[in-house]
């Protein structure tokens, strides 16, 4: 039902679409992560725009393939990849970005590991949303 009155607050069928996700995948998991953590997912999709969702599912992807690459520490990865992900935005939007998802407990701001004043790390919590909203709806939906 919260997810229906969210779905008419907002204009975006990318944030339905992520409801709609979220509520499919809290299926699938069952009762192992409750309700209140399922309403949390769903407060997040409302604030989150599509950019924003974009930039922590890249930064989660250019960290896995990183990592992968290098035996470093994971804050270097994790800033590396940061970085890497420059193209289309500004360094200060993309610090926006950063201080907008680390405001939602997603990621984490990092220092001196590349130079940078404004690289962050997704956290455990940035890799669920995103693990949430990739769950695609049985019927052939893509994630």
């Known amino acids: 039902m919260e997810a229906a009155r969210r779905c008419e607050t907002v204009r975006s ?8 996700a979220i509520l499919a995948h809290s299926l699938e998991v069952g009762p192992k992560d409750g309700a209140d953590y399922v309403e949390e997912m769903l407060r997040i999709a409302t604030e989150l725009s599509d950019w924003d969702v974009k930039v922590l599912d890249c930064a989660l ?3 896995a393939r990183h990592r992968a690459e290098t035996p470093e520490a994971d804050s270097v990865i ?9 193209s289309g935005l500004s360094g200060d939007e993309l610090a926006s970005v950063g201080a907008k998802l680390q405001s939602f407990g997603l990621t984490s701001r990092i220092e001196g590991q590349t130079g940078e004043q404004n690289s962050y790390r997704v956290l455990e919590r940035g890799k ?13 939906a893509d994630r």
């Open 13 to 20: 069928k990318e944030r339905i679409k992520r409801f709609a």
């Open 61 to 63: 992807t250019a960290f």
């Open 78 to 86: 994790a800033a590396r990849a940061w970085i890497q992900m420059r």
């Open 128 to 140: 669920r949303f995103i693990e949430y909203i990739r769950c695609a709806p049985r019927g052939g």
